[in-house]
């Protein structure tokens, strides 16, 4: 609802304040006459006492005691109630009127009032311009109503899509992870790989105290790493001797493959780099690009670091295994020149401590 029904719904009101009691009763029985509710005052106190929101005009005299017209306009407008005030002026008294319009005043009327019909009509436009000014406030405040109503609803679309989105990424890795264990399982001697790279990445990821972004993509990477191996020959992987060379090159393409597998998910672009180059060196002699160096992040390196030490200390159809201080040893040996010596130093304390405690 407009405010500006209040003029066709309810009665209109006027406030009149004037000191002299023969003003204030005739301009009381004329507008009465023209069907207005009245209420009078003698002083601008009164007049602030007795003065709300709902009041259509005000019609202030200029000099009273106490509070005069200009201090008691002053004091109505700091109330913000946006309602137009009528001065009545005196004979003689013009200089008042111009003040009071440079106040702020809407208008004046000399008084004694002698023509009626230009009293009403001023007292007419006066109501008019105050239901202009309330149904400006009302469209205004419906406006900024439906504005905030609006952006909540926006809001709370784009909650139900990112939950829409994250369920859908977990649905997606979850796929992915579940066709690489499907691979794992179907060799003794692989099964549980992707866990363990997962768990031993973590554990070195949180010795360097990594941000929560950089540890959900590390984590991610570890669980789609070997994921481009669904696509090679499964013998390959449990031939009990060394791979021709052919084989070799193919099964080298592995990083490659999971790569593109995974390079249409918008949640999973930093991780292509991971998978694409868990099998690189630190002497640029690793594959399928030949980075080294500089050219590795953190994550890839350590992502290389808890492979290549899985792969020692798990049992596979080609080798024996190496028992925890012996993988230990060769990491170390192998610093520099295959891994990050950094990374190499933070895991072999972390196992190092793990191995004092028999934890794991």
């Given at each position: 609802?407009?405010?500006?029904?209040?003029?066709?719904?309810?009665?209109?009101?006027?406030?009149?304040?004037?000191?002299?009691?023969?003003?204030?009763?005739?301009?009381?029985?004329?507008?009465?006459m023209?069907?207005?509710?009245?209420?009078?005052?003698?002083?601008?106190?009164?007049?602030?006492?007795?003065?709300?929101?709902?009041?259509?005009?005000?019609?202030?005299d200029?000099?009273?005691?106490?509070?005069?017209?200009f201090?008691?306009?002053?004091?109505?407008?700091?109330?913000?109630?946006?309602?137009?005030?009528?001065?009545?002026?005196g004979?003689?008294?013009?200089?008042?009127?111009?003040?009071a319009?440079?106040?702020?005043?809407?208008?004046?009327?000399?008084?004694?009032?002698?023509?009626?019909?230009?009293?009403?009509?001023?007292?007419?436009?006066?109501?008019?311009?105050?239901?202009?000014?309330?149904?400006?406030?009302?469209?205004?405040?419906?406006?900024?109503?439906?504005?905030?109503s609006?952006?909540r609803?926006?809001?709370?679309?784009?909650?139900?899509?990112?939950?829409?989105n994250?369920?859908?990424?977990?649905?997606?890795?979850?796929?992915?992870?579940?066709?690489?264990?499907?691979?794992?399982?179907?060799?003794?001697?692989?099964?549980?790989h992707?866990?363990?790279?997962?768990?031993?990445?973590m554990?070195i990821?949180?010795?360097?105290?990594?941000?929560?972004?950089?540890?959900?993509?590390?984590?991610?990477?570890?669980?789609?790493?070997?994921?481009?191996?669904?696509?090679?020959?499964?013998?390959?992987?449990?031939?009990?001797?060394?791979l021709?060379?052919?084989?070799?090159?193919?099964?080298?393409?592995?990083?490659?493959?999971?790569?593109?597998i995974?390079?249409?998910?918008?949640?999973?672009?930093?991780?292509?780099?991971?998978?694409r180059?868990?099998?690189?060196?630190?002497d640029?002699?690793?594959?399928?690009?030949?980075?080294?160096?500089d050219?590795?992040?953190?994550?890839?390196?350590?992502?290389?670091?808890?492979?290549?030490?899985?792969?020692m200390?798990?049992?596979?159809?080609?080798?024996?295994?190496?028992?925890e201080?012996?993988?230990?040893?060769?990491l170390?040996r192998?610093?520099?020149?295959?891994?990050?010596?950094?990374?190499v130093?933070v895991?072999?304390?972390?196992?190092?401590?793990?191995?004092?405690?028999?934890?794991?």
């Amino acid at each position: 609802m407009f405010f500006g029904e209040l003029f066709i719904m309810a009665e209109i009101k006027i406030l009149i304040a004037d000191d002299d009691a023969l003003v204030r009763e005739a301009v009381f029985k004329i507008l009465t006459m023209f069907g207005y509710t009245v209420v009078t005052c003698a002083t601008g106190e009164e007049a602030l006492a007795a003065l709300s929101g709902d009041f259509a005009l005000i019609i202030l005299d200029i000099n009273m005691p106490g509070l005069d017209g200009f201090e008691t306009l002053k004091l109505i407008n700091a109330r913000d109630y946006g309602i137009p005030v009528i001065f009545l002026t005196g004979a003689g008294s013009m200089e008042y009127a111009v003040k009071a319009i440079n106040l702020g005043a809407y208008d004046f009327i000399p008084k004694p009032i002698e023509d009626l019909d230009i009293f009403n009509i001023k007292v007419k436009r006066a109501i008019e311009k105050r239901r202009y000014v309330l149904q400006e406030k009302a469209y205004k405040e419906n406006l900024e109503n439906e504005v905030r109503s609006k952006t909540r609803e926006l809001a709370e679309k784009n909650r139900l899509l990112e939950e829409y989105n994250d369920d859908l990424e977990v649905s997606t890795l979850n796929t992915m992870l579940t066709l690489q264990t499907a691979l794992e399982e179907k060799d003794m001697y692989t099964a549980g790989h992707t866990n363990r790279v997962t768990f031993y990445a973590m554990s070195i990821g949180q010795a360097f105290r990594l941000g929560e972004g950089e540890t959900t993509v590390l984590e991610r990477a570890c669980k789609v790493h070997d994921l481009g191996k669904l696509v090679i020959d499964v013998n390959y992987i449990r031939k009990p001797g060394p791979l021709s060379d052919e084989e070799w090159l193919l099964m080298k393409k592995h990083p490659e493959i999971g790569a593109n597998i995974i390079k249409h998910l918008a949640f999973m672009q930093r991780e292509i780099f991971l998978v694409r180059h868990h099998h690189e060196r630190m002497d640029g002699r690793g594959y399928p690009d030949g980075l080294g160096g500089d050219e590795l992040d953190l994550l890839t390196r350590i992502i290389t670091v808890a492979d290549s030490y899985d792969a020692m200390t798990s049992m596979r159809s080609y080798k024996q295994n190496m028992k925890e201080p012996e993988a230990i040893a060769e990491l170390r040996r192998c610093a520099r020149s295959q891994f990050d010596p950094e990374v190499v130093q933070v895991f072999a304390e972390v196992l190092e401590r793990r191995i004092k405690t028999g934890a794991g």
